[in-house]
Each structure stands twice: as C-alpha cells, then as structure tokens.
C-alpha cells in the first residue's frame, strides 16, 4: 500500500501501533527477572548476571538490525517493517511462555532483538508525515504511547505474574498479535515512491551506517551524547526489579504499579506539555532541562531510603521527558526526506549498542554491591553510575548545539556579505 493508494497517513495509526507493542512489553517487566532467578537456582546475585545476558543478547541482536530494517524501510516503505518487527515479537513472547529452560529464553531475546527495529521506523514514519515545526510534539505523542504502555502493560504483568509467572508471556504475544492484525489492516504507507532510494550494505551493517552519518555533521556529534543518553536509560531498566525487589522487598504488583505511575505521568507530560514546552523554549533548551531532571532523579533513586520516596521522585522524573522528543526532533531537521529511516535507523542501533554494556554495568555492580564480602554495601550503584552518563551527555550535547550554533551564524554572515 502507497501513500496515493488509500488512507491518508497519521499520527494517530503508529501512536496505536507503538502502544500495543509496548503494553506487550511492560507486561515483562515484573516478572521477567524473577523467571531468570528461578532458573538460576533462586539466588539473587547469580540471576542478576543471567538476567543481565539475557537483555544483552537482545540489544546486540537490535543493534545489528536496527540499521538494516531502517534501511530497508527507505526502498520498501515503513508499513512492512513495522509488520515484520511485530510478528518477531509475537513469535519471541510464544517461545518465552513455553520456554523450559534459560536458553530458551536467550533464543527468544534473540529473535526478538532482530526484529526490534519498530522504534526507529516508527520515528521516520512520523518524519515523513509530519512539518518540521510539528515535529516535536508528534514525538511526545510516540512518547506518550510508551507512556501508556507502561501504564497498562506493567500493572497487568504484575498482576497476571502474580498467578502464573508464565501468564504475561502469552498475553504479551497476544498483544503484538493483535498489534500485527491492526498493522496490516489499518496501517497505511507514509513514504512517497519519490522518496524511496535503493538498499545497501554499506549503509545497513551497523559500522557502514555510523560512518554514513559523517555527511551529517550535526547528527554525528549529536549521537555521542545519545548513546550515553540510551546506556543510562538501559541501565535503569535493567535494575528497577532486581534493585526495588532487593531494597524495598516490592512484589511483581508492587512492581507493576510503580512503573504504571511513571507511565502515566510521562504520558501526560508528552502528549501534553512538550508540543507546548519545546516551541516556546526551544529543542536546545529542552534537551538541556530534560537532562538535567535525569541527572537528579537517577541520583535519587540510588539514594532513597524508601519505597514511598521512589515515588515522589518518579513525579519529579516525568518531567526529564522533554528532552528525547526534542531530540528527536532536532536530529530530523539535519536529514534529507529520503535518509529518514537510515538515519533513524543509525539511531535505534546507537540505542542497542548502548544496550549491550548497559545490562553487565548494572547487574554486576550490583551483584558486586550487594554481595556480602562487601563492608559497605551499596545497592544503589548501577543508578550513580547512570547519573554520571546522563551528566556526560549533557556535556556532549551542550558541545555539539554550540558548535552548529556558531556553524549555522556563520554561514548567515557569508551569506548576507
């Protein structure tokens, strides 16, 4: 299907299509670490490792598909990835809900990483559709479907881990199933044949395609401080039920729910404030204030002496989500309209790349911390480690929007004399 081939394309299909996917996700997230401990024999330290090479796996695997399902979405159209990316998901979820054994679950995160280039085709998906003045706020609403995502997806999984640990599993694969059957019904194509280029290797390895991104010099110096941006990010997820399990002895419920209220709040920050905010302050400055709410609730989460604590600061925390649409955002208006989804494609592999470090940094400083030769434990760790990488690429940033700053006023001044 074509853009002149029938419906005209909107935000609104892909928000729907990234929410289903998503929700299938978060109801993995309170029950996936405890399946891993299982299998480990029960013992904490042990499964945090297993748990941190299962999510490894699965982002060594995105990063290398990232940039090929991005660039094969600019000769083929973003309808067909996307379709391509959801089944891979259904088929990961059917395998993790038999799965007899932890190897089974390490062949299904493999399957799933592949195939896990939705992100990055739905970004050029709304590149393509929407103004660049817009952008910003189309974003925040991709945002706010992960938003929503979590608010449903964790609390389900909590509640349904709570039965059966398995349960989640195969409500998750009905989800992409479901995600999948919308897809291919509803989803209509968003780019122009005019717009199409033909595929190549020297763009879709993962090397080839961050050395592409020299043409784009804003872009490259920019995806420095995204990578460490995204390995934070990783961080966090890898830890938040192994850390609040240990710490404050949460259940998959208590789990879920605490995820649900960060869902909500950044859903509402994204679908609501950023089309607001970004315009009026800029994507430089939202960026900027976004990292800088990072750096604090990444701190604080290390810190808090209890689990009412983790609460107030995932208020705080809600409002950090400025920046990854205002980046977004930027990114976008230093790429032609045919190298949107290479681009982003480059992009969502960065974010994989970061990925596969990120797990092994916070599950073993953490199995380190807790561990109990350890005088001093300090169970917080993989989070001061993430405040450190946002702190880094907030620098990198702030270098990288100085220095197109200063570009952008010269060329003017050549240009007026």
């Known amino acids: 299907m074509t853009v002149s081939a029938g419906r005209k394309p909107a935000v609104g299909f892909i928000f729907v299509t990234l929410t289903l996917s998503i929700v299938g996700f978060g109801l993995l997230i309170p029950v996936l670490p405890k399946l891993i401990v299982g299998f480990s024999g029960g013992d904490i330290a042990s499964g945090s490792h297993a748990y941190g090479w299962i999510i490894s796996v699965y982002a060594l695997m995105q990063f290398i598909g990232s940039p090929i399902l991005g660039s094969l979405s600019d000769r083929f159209g973003r309808r067909p990835i996307i379709l391509i990316a959801t089944a891979g998901s259904a088929i990961d979820y059917m395998i993790m809900a038999w799965a007899p054994s932890y190897a089974w679950l390490f062949v299904a995160r493999?399957?799933?990483?592949?195939?896990?280039?939705?992100?990055?085709?739905?970004?050029?998906?709304?590149?393509?559709?929407t103004p660049p003045e817009k952008r910003a706020g189309a974003f925040?609403?991709?945002?706010?479907?992960?938003?929503?995502?979590?608010?449903?997806?964790?609390?389900?999984?909590?509640?349904?881990?709570?039965?059966?640990?398995?349960?989640?599993?195969?409500?998750?694969?009905?989800?992409?199933?479901?995600?999948?059957?919308?897809?291919?019904?509803?989803?209509?194509?968003?780019?122009?044949?005019?717009?199409?280029?033909?595929?190549?290797?020297?763009?879709?390895?993962?090397?080839?395609?961050?050395?592409?991104?020299?043409?784009?010099?804003?872009?490259?110096?920019?995806?420095?401080?995204?990578?460490?941006?995204?390995?934070?990010q990783g961080m966090m997820f890898s830890m938040w039920a192994l850390y609040t399990d240990y710490r404050y002895h949460w259940t998959p419920l208590q789990v879920g729910l605490s995820l649900m209220l960060a869902g909500v709040l950044s859903g509402m920050v994204q679908a609501t404030l950023v089309k607001r905010i970004v315009p009026k302050?800029?994507?430089?400055?939202?960026?900027?204030?976004?990292?800088?709410?990072?750096?604090?609730?990444?701190?604080?989460?290390?810190?808090?002496?209890?689990?009412?604590?983790?609460?107030?600061?995932i208020v705080i925390a809600a409002f950090a989500g400025i920046a990854g649409p205002a980046?977004?955002?930027?990114?976008?208006?230093?790429?032609?309209?045919?190298?949107?989804?290479?681009?982003?494609?480059?992009?969502?592999?960065?974010?994989?790349?970061?990925?596969?470090?990120?797990?092994f940094i916070a599950t073993w400083s953490f199995g380190w911390a807790i561990s109990s030769a350890r005088t001093v434990q300090v169970p917080g760790i993989a989070f001061f480690e993430a405040a450190a990488c946002i702190a880094l690429a907030l620098i990198l940033a702030l270098r990288t929007f100085r220095k197109n700053a200063h570009e952008t006023i010269a060329v003017t001044v050549n240009a007026n004399s």
């Open 110 to 129: 493999m399957i799933a990483g592949f195939t896990g280039g939705v992100l990055s085709t739905a970004n050029a998906y709304i590149a393509d559709v």
């Open 140 to 232: 925040g609403l991709l945002g706010a479907a992960f938003g929503i995502g979590f608010v449903l997806g964790p609390a389900a999984g909590g509640y349904l881990g709570s039965i059966d640990l398995h349960l989640p599993f195969w409500v998750a694969a009905g989800c992409s199933a479901l995600n999948w059957l919308y897809g291919f019904f509803v989803l209509p194509e968003s780019l122009k044949p005019e717009n199409r280029r033909a595929f190549s290797w020297s763009r879709a390895n993962p090397i080839g395609a961050l050395m592409a991104l020299k043409r784009f010099p804003a872009v490259l110096s920019l995806a420095e401080a995204y990578f460490f941006l995204m390995l934070a």
């Open 281 to 313: 302050i800029g994507e430089t400055k939202a960026v900027v204030i976004g990292m800088s709410i990072s750096i604090f609730a990444f701190t604080s989460y290390g810190l808090a002496p209890s689990g009412g604590f983790v609460y107030a600061i």
């Open 327 to 359: 980046m977004q955002s930027y990114i976008t208006k230093h790429v032609p309209a045919d190298e949107q989804g290479a681009v982003q494609g480059v992009f969502g592999g960065l974010q994989s790349l970061a990925g596969i470090p990120a797990p």
